[in-house]
């Protein structure tokens, strides 16, 4: 009877051990199969930050091209105003355009201006894209000095003279905003009607470009955009010969774009400024 009831307690305790082992047996899966399930959620994914900035501001600064002198009344602001436009629409951002183009203004006058004008000093500093019209002006006054008796080399002294008037005005600005790229626009021949007698008058133009692209290249954050083909080839020439008009340029002064030149000089400008987003649109 004895043996009986120790059998029977044996039996009693394994089957409580039993029990329990394989209660924290289950747990353990239960538990596991809980992690495993829990693991499985899928993550939730972070949304995408726009690097792009969300407000870009042009500051325009230079002669009567940047004025936009000879534009459509329609568009008006030459290329600065079809730069603010394309920038907007193209890259889905708030774009702000301040204009400091004045009619007739030579180099120095525009490094004058740059040194004085606080409201430029106020809209330098935020700019994310600066652009550059200068040297017009300084070939336009050599053209009044020397009349028919302007020379090759009268050009090229005076480019070199103008090239050092460029680099003052290229730090000047860069002494206001450190980091914003500079576009410089070069200068074209309007004159094919006025130099015919000069000989090389178009080579001394691509020298001169050449010269400011050199300049615009030893600066930080500088490109040149040459402009100097956009309103002659050689049908353009032949029809200006023929009948002494550019149909690019403003009728009342043969010097400036008409809308449809200021239409190419954007595309120009817009195309360097589009290669270049990582200067200016990225945060």
């Known amino acids: 009877m004895k043996k009986r009831n120790i059998w029977i307690l044996v039996i009693i305790v394994i089957l409580l051990i039993g029990g329990g082992i394989g209660y924290s047996y289950l747990n353990n899966q239960n538990s596991s199969q809980t992690t495993a399930i829990k693991k499985a959620k899928p993550k939730k994914t972070k949304k995408k930050v726009d690097p792009n900035k969300s407000k870009i501001n042009i ?122 790229p500079i576009y410089l626009i070069g200068i074209y021949n309007p004159f094919s009607i006025y130099l015919s007698n000069v000989k090389n008058a178009k080579t001394a133009f691509i020298n ?18 040459d402009i100097n083909n956009l309103y002659q080839n050689k049908a353009i020439d032949k029809k200006v010969k023929k009948t002494g008009t550019n149909p690019y340029l403003y009728k009342k002064d043969h010097f400036h774009p008409n809308g449809t030149g200021y239409d190419m000089m954007t595309e120009k400008v817009f195309d360097e400024v589009s290669k270049t987003t990582k200067d200016w649109l990225i945060k």
């Not at 652009?131 to 070199?160: C, P, R, S, Y």
Request: glycine share 8%.
């Open 208 to 225: 001169w470009n050449k010269a400011s692209e050199q300049v615009a290249s030893e600066e930080k954050l500088t490109y040149f955009i």
């Open 59 to 180: 500051v325009a600064v230079g002669d009567s091209l940047t004025q936009g002198v000879g534009d459509s009344k329609s568009v008006g602001g030459g290329y600065v105003t079809r730069l603010k436009q394309d920038i907007a629409k193209k890259y889905k951002v708030k774009t702000n355009a301040y204009n400091y183009g004045v009619s007739g203004d030579t180099s120095t006058q525009i490094i004058s201006r740059i040194k004085s004008d606080k409201k430029m000093h106020q809209d330098l500093p935020k700019a994310d894209v600066i652009t550059v019209t200068v040297g017009g002006n300084d070939f336009m006054h050599l053209l009044q000095k020397k009349g028919i008796d302007l020379t090759e080399t009268d050009i090229a002294n005076e480019e070199k003279q103008f090239d050092v008037r460029l680099k003052n005005l290229l730090e000047d600005l860069r002494y206001y905003n450190s980091d914003a």
